[in-house]
Structures are given as C-alpha cells and as structure tokens.
T-cell receptor
Framework: QKEVEQNSGPLSVPEGAIASLNCTYSDRGSQSFFWYRQYSGKSPELIMSIYSNGDKEDGRFTAQLNKASQYVSLLIRDSQPSDSATYLCAVILTGANSKLTFGKGITLSVRP | DAGVIQSPRHEVTEMGQEVTLRCKPI?????LFWYRQTMMRGLELLIYFNNNVPIDDSGMPEDRFSAKMPNASFSTLKIQPSEPRDSAVYFC????????????FGNGTRLTVT
C-alpha cells in the first residue's frame, strides 16, 4: 500500500455542487495533514491543514479527518469553475523528520 | 516578497549531459525541499534541508543526483549524467520550519532529456 493514496478521480461536478475529495494514508501514527491545490502548469499551494479528528471549515472548504479509519477528505461547497485544479493530499508520516509526503492528486473539473 | 525563485524555467538537454537546477528560497525560511513531479509518480520528495543541512536525502534516486545548500539563500540540484527518465518538473519549496509550516513552491523547472 502506498503511504498516501488518492484513488478516485478524475472528478467532474456541475457548478454549485459539492465536490468530495478523499485520501487515505498508511501510517496510523501520522498527526499532520494538508491539502494543496495545483492549477494546470502551476505550482502547488496550501489551502487547508488539519491536525485533529473532525471537521475544519474555511470558507467554502471543509477538511475532515478520521484517524481511526486513516482517511482525510476535502469538501468544496458551491463549486466554481475556478476550483478546477488538481488537489494534492499531503501527510507528515511518523518519524519523517517533518518531511511532507504527497499523494498523486485528484483532478477536479467544475462544469459551468 | 519575490517568493521562491527557480532557474531555469525550462531545460532541454541530451542524455549524458550535466544539468544544474537552481533555487533561491524565501528570505527567513529555514527549510528547503526539492521535489520531482511526473504523471506516473506524482510529487516525490528528493531531499530536504534544515538550516542548510541535509536532513533527509532518501528520495534521491541514485548517485547521479546531488544537492547542495552552501548558504541560506541558495541551493542547487545537479544531475550528472542525465538520462531520459529524469525528464520531469522539478520544484523547489521553502518553509519557515519543516513540512508542518506551509510550503511555498517555486514555479518549477521543466527538464527534458532527449
């Protein structure tokens, strides 16, 4: 099993819908989780971080963490065409010297 | 703030040639990361420096790859000799401290080895 997996995708949703992006990780001891967004041809940028079980909301974005099930998800409410991008899940694994391991990403397309 | 600056933006070279990629991190950031991105493998960490000292180089593919950080404002990633399978986008990123603080990525260097 890969350390950080993002298996679903690409994902296409209509404008105004909720987009749900999922990520699983293999290391049960991981404590820090992040979502980065990467527009085509651009570099990744941090949009959310989450460290505790439950939900964390920031505007239209909600990150959800379930450490028992070892998954972290990102919900985007009222999706806009400008949200069309690749979303990368990233985890600091146990004993990893604070280095960040990324999943391969999920490409989201929001249809007008 | 100029952000993380990488050069060159594009590099096309022939197999066997030496390639040097350059990075200037954001001033005041203590951690610097070199990542490689391909469609097949995604974003892979090659090496990570803290306060100019290499902390983890377990992602460096083989001896053909080397990285240096002679001071807080400059780092290089060198590939010698280059091979076609090294073709990828190479990103440099910096953060205040480690991966738990936001990584600021440069625009990347697109390397093509023919």
């Amino acid at each position: 099993q890969k350390e950080v997996e993002q298996n679903s995708g690409p994902l296409s949703v209509p404008e105004g819908a909720i987009a749900s992006l999922n990520c699983t990780y293999s290391d049960r001891g991981s404590q820090s989780f992040f979502w980065y967004r990467q527009y085509s041809g651009k570099s990744p940028e941090l949009i959310m971080s989450i460290y505790s079980n439950g939900d964390k909301e920031d505007g239209r974005f909600t990150a959800q963490l379930n450490k028992a099930s070892q998954y972290v998800s990102l919900l985007i409410r009222d999706s806009q065409p400008s949200d069309s991008a690749t979303y990368l899940c990233a985890v600091i694994l146990t004993g990893a010297n604070s280095k960040l391991t990324f999943g391969k990403g999920i490409t989201l397309s929001v249809r007008p | 703030d100029a952000g993380v600056i990488q050069s060159p933006r594009h590099e096309v070279t022939e197999m066997g040639q030496e390639v040097t990629l350059r990075c200037k991190p954001i001033s005041g950031h203590n951690s610097l990361f070199w990542y490689r991105q391909t469609m097949m493998r995604g974003l892979e960490l090659l090496i990570y420096f803290n306060n100019n000292v290499p902390i983890d180089d377990s992602g460096m593919p083989e001896d053909r790859f080397s990285a240096k950080m002679p001071n807080a404002s400059f780092s290089t990633l060198k590939i010698q000799p280059s091979e076609p399978r090294d073709s990828a986008v190479y990103f440099c990123a910096s953060s205040i401290m480690g991966g738990s603080s936001p990584l600021h990525f440069g625009n990347g260097t697109r390397l093509t080895v023919t």
